[in-house]
Structures are given as structure tokens and as C-alpha cells.
């Protein structure tokens, strides 16, 4: 008897090889899923939420480039109980098909399918570990079930401006869940049937039936032209058979979400994208609420004491608004206005920090000023010393100025003033 949806055995696969080349120097020492954001959180920690709170519980991190950093925060953060054999695990590239490493998203799981075999799951999860955002999985899982394609391709309406942005799903018109075409940062796309000024682009999230997948990625091992891409080429595959299906986000219902968050997508492929997604956070009413108990962001930010709020030692008073101080937090008489603080951060006496991303362990000193900013763990910025308010200085001092933000990578030294 064929298992229904509810019992059918899914696997997710986590695709967490991304370098990220666009956020360096943020990826100077980390794999791209392993950048923190919001303050406690990396941003994996918003994929591997999503699965979990979706009800799956077996789950796979495919890892490669830099990926120490990654590798000790799901191993230390995402322990399941195995009792009823549930797990997350991080699976760095092992040459198992020759000596090479991943040659693409499709070539890393090509390369592991040891795990579907061992696994012998019904259903696929593939996901993306790098964007921000809420999803029910299940539904899009019960979508697929019922639709018959072999593969799904989850989707979010997009500006059809912006379509030479994204990669496209054209929909049959006659019948819009079935792909008619996958095209690639189309520069003349047609609208949707139901919305004609909106495209539908690709998520980076999709469910196959495995035994599907499997033929799929093996197909494309041997295919010498592939770029070995889970969108470019394996999607495609399913296109020109007329087994493809899209499962449009608007039709997630995550429990918690308001109806300023609903619909919340970040793509934090960039510097800009990057900050952006963090100043969402802050605002007032949030674009995309941290607060959602019922779908709750799960990590670990280690033994930190609560933050604290105290004058300075001049008698300075403490004026904060707008921002996310994390635990451990000290603001001794400073300035903290729209900005994100990770746990021990330090802000001390007459300091202003605003419009600013300060990552564990940023130390900003007495009369120290810092705008406009991201500024990566363990960075001391010594007393009376301006970063971000004269990008000329900035440059000269060795410092990235990135889409009118200044970047300090990790650890690195600051002159003083």
C-alpha cells in the first residue's frame, strides 16, 4: 500500500557548501550559512528551524568550503534526541566518486547518495541554508504528494521588474502548479495568469520523490556540459519531462506569523541584502518578527549573562532605541540607536553606535563613534577612534567599504585615532 502523505518517510538535505564570495570578508574565515545575523542566530539556524518545526527530524547538512566554524555550531547547537534514530548532522564533501569536491548543488548530493540509500526515505527535502525566512514545510511536501510530479520547486512572487534577478518559473496557464518552462534571469518574462506584473522565482527549496532524485542527479554526473545546479540543470530535467511542480510561498500558513511578516523572504546573497535583512529586525513593528514563539528560531549562544544597561563612569547616561542587544551585552553610557549587538558586546562610556552591526566580542571604546558598520567577532575599536563616518579614512586604515557600508573582518586590528 502506498504511504500517505502524513506517513511517508522524508529526508532533508541541507545544502550548506556555499562560499559566498559576495559577503567577504564575513566569509574570510566561515562558510556563507555560518555568518551570524540577528544578533545570537547563524543564518542555518533559520533553514534547520524551518525543518524541524516542519515536523522532520532526520536531517543532512552537506558541507565544503570553510566549514569548521559551521560544523561546530550545528554539531554543538542541533542535538536531537536519538532515541527514535532523529538527528542533524553535518556530512563534509568526501570524494566518494573520485578525487574531486562538489562541482555544484546537484553534484553534492549526487555525491551522497550513500545517504539516501542508508536512509531509504520516501521524499526529499532540499534546502538552502543561507536565507531568512519562516516555512512549513509539510505543506509544500503534501502539495507535491498530491500533485504526482516528481519534483516541486517552492517559489515567491517577485516584481516582474526584478525578474532578471531570480531564476523564473513559467507556469502552464492552462494549469499553473505545472512548470512549463525554468528560465534563467529572463530579461523578457510573461507575467503570471493571476497576477500579470509578478513572476514566480525560485526559492532554492525543493521536494522530489527520491527515487527520482536519485536517477536525476545520477543522469547529471554523467552529463559533461552540466553545470551540475540544482535550479539550472536538474530542474530543468524535470521540466522537459512534464514532471515538474511549484508550490507558491503565499500559500504557507506558519503558525504565529502577522500579517506584516507574512510572505518574509531575504536572499543575503550581498553586503546590502545582507545589512538589510538585519535592519528588518529592528524597526519598531519588525518586517520579520524574532518573537514568534509558535515557530520558534532555535539556537545556542553559549553561558552569557543578561545584557545590561548602566551610566558611564563619567556619569554618562545609557540611551538606546531601535535595536537588538543579545545577552551579555554592556552599554556603560553609551549610544546604541538601530542596531544589532551579538552576545558580549561592549559599548563603553560617551560611544555612539548606530545603523550598525556589531558581531560576539566587539569591544567599542570610551568616545568611540561607529556608524553605518558591520564589524565582525572580536574587533577592539580603541577610544575616541571614527569607523564609518569617513569612508576615504576607512579605506586607507585597510578597512572594506562595501555598498556604502564599512566591514571589519574578524579580529581585525583598528588603529587608534
Not at 116 to 132: K, R, S, W
Request: overall charge negative.
Amino acid at each position: 500500500m502506498a504511504a500517505t502523505p502524513s506517513r511517508k518517510k522524508v529526508l532533508a538535505v541541507v545544502l550548506a557548501g556555499g562560499e559566498g564570495k559576495r559577503l567577504m570578508p564575513l566569509t574570510a574565515d566561515r562558510a556563507k550559512p555560518a555568518v551570524p545575523f540577528g544578533g545570537i542566530y547563524r543564518l542555518i539556524d533559520f533553514a534547520l528551524s524551518n525543518v524541524v518545526n516542519s515536523g522532520y527530524l532526520k536531517v543532512v547538512v552537506l558541507t565544503q568550503y570553510k566549514s569548521h566554524s559551521l560544523d561546530r555550531h550545528v554539531t554543538t547547537t542541533w542535538r536531537m534526541s536519538n532515541l527514535l534514530g532523529n538527528y542533524v548532522t553535518p556530512v563534509p564533501a568526501q570524494q566518494r566518486v573520485g578525487k574531486r569536491w562538489y562541482l555544484g548543488s546537484a553534484d553534492a548530493i549526487y555525491q551522497s547518495l550513500n545517504l539516501l540509500t542508508d536512509e531509504q526515505p520516501d521524499i526529499v527535502v532540499v534546502v538552502g541554508a543561507d536565507h531568512v525566512y519562516r516555512m512549513d514545510f509539510s505543506q509544500m511536501v503534501a502539495d507535491h504528494v498530491e500533485s504526482g510530479a516528481g519534483c516541486t520547486v517552492a517559489a515567491i512572487r517577485q516584481p516582474i521588474s526584478l525578474a532578471d534577478q531570480f531564476g523564473v518559473i513559467d507556469v502552464d496557464p492552462g494549469n499553473p502548479q505545472r512548470i512549463r518552462a525554468f528560465l534563467e534571469k529572463p530579461t523578457d518574462p510573461v507575467g503570471l495568469p493571476d497576477a500579470p506584473d509578478e513572476v514566480l522565482a525560485s526559492m532554492g527549496n525543493y521536494v522530489f520523490d527520491a527515487d527520482a532524485l536519485r536517477d536525476a542527479v545520477t543522469r547529471d554526473a554523467e552529463a559533461e556540459q552540466s553545470k551540475h545546479d540544482m535550479g539550472g540543470d536538474i530542474v530543468p530535467w524535470f521540466v522537459d519531462k512534464s514532471e515538474s511542480a511549484v508550490y507558491d510561498y503565499k500559500d504557507n500558513e506558519v503558525p504565529g506569523a502577522t500579517d506584516r511578516d507574512r510572505g518574509y523572504w531575504r536572499d543575503v546573497g550581498t553586503m546590502r541584502s545582507y545589512y538589510a535583512a538585519q535592519m528588518d529586525l529592528v524597526s519598531p513593528l519588525p518586517v520579520f518578527n524574532l518573537y514568534n514563539t509558535a515557530w520558534p528560531i532555535y539556537t545556542s549562544y553559549g553561558p552569557h549573562p543578561p545584557a545590561k544597561l548602566v551610566e558611564g563612569a563619567s556619569g554618562a547616561q545609557v540611551s538606546t532605541f531601535n535595536s537588538i542587544l543579545s545577552p551579555g551585552v554592556v552599554v556603560s553610557g553609551g549610544t546604541v540607536n538601530q542596531s544589532v549587538l551579538s552576545p558580549a558586546v561592549w559599548v563603553k562610556d560617551g560611544a555612539e553606535v548606530s545603523d550598525s552591526v556589531l558581531m560576539d566580542g566587539v569591544r567599542i571604546g570610551e568616545g568611540a563613534v561607529v556608524r553605518n558598520a558591520i564589524i565582525d567577532k572580536g574587533v577592539v575599536v580603541p577610544p575616541g577612534v571614527h569607523i564609518g563616518v569617513d569612508q576615504d579614512a576607512d579605506r586607507a586604515r585597510g578597512f572594506v567599504v562595501d555598498e556604502g557600508l564599512t566591514v571589519l573582518s574578524k579580529q581585525q586590528p583598528v588603529p587608534e585615532g
